[in-house]
């Protein structure tokens, strides 16, 4: 079982950065890759971005390439998504989300199993 809760939502204008955390209480020395979905309302959950268990495999959706970095410390077991250039179309409720998984990450929702309650990200024209 894993727990994850994430921080570091807030308001900001267009433009502007913010840094998502993710605490995980995952079993030590267990491999596990971490992904970041948004969902807006009235939409369906959509990827942001993805890494590895070593960290050296990440994944993010278009609109984000160049904007977002995702990042993880397994020393503190936790996980960060650093939002740069942020636009009001980012605007959204942030999922942090993981899978027991040594290789790779994935971009499917579906193929997570365990998942955060989520932190509003709205972002200021």
């Known amino acids: 079982q894993v727990q994850l809760v994430e921080s570091g939502g807030g308001l900001v204008q267009a433009g502007g950065s913010l840094r998502l955390s993710c605490a995980a209480s995952?079993?030590?020395?267990?491999?596990?890759?971490l992904g970041w979905f948004r969902q807006c309302p009235g939409k369906e959950r959509e990827f942001v971005a993805a890494i590895s268990w070593s960290g050296g495999s990440t994944y993010y959706t278009d609109s984000v390439k160049g904007r977002f970095t995702i990042s993880r410390d397994n020393a503190e077991n936790t996980g960060y998504l650093q939002m740069d250039s942020l636009k009001p179309d980012d605007t959204a409720v942030y999922y942090c989300?993981?899978?027991?998984?040594?290789?790779?990450?994935?971009?499917?929702?579906?193929?997570?199993?365990?998942w955060g309650q989520g932190t509003q990200v709205t972002v200021s024209s």
């Open positions: 995952a079993r030590t020395y267990v491999a596990y890759a």
């Open positions: 989300a993981a899978v027991y998984k040594s290789v790779g990450a994935p971009m499917r929702g579906p193929e997570y199993s365990y």
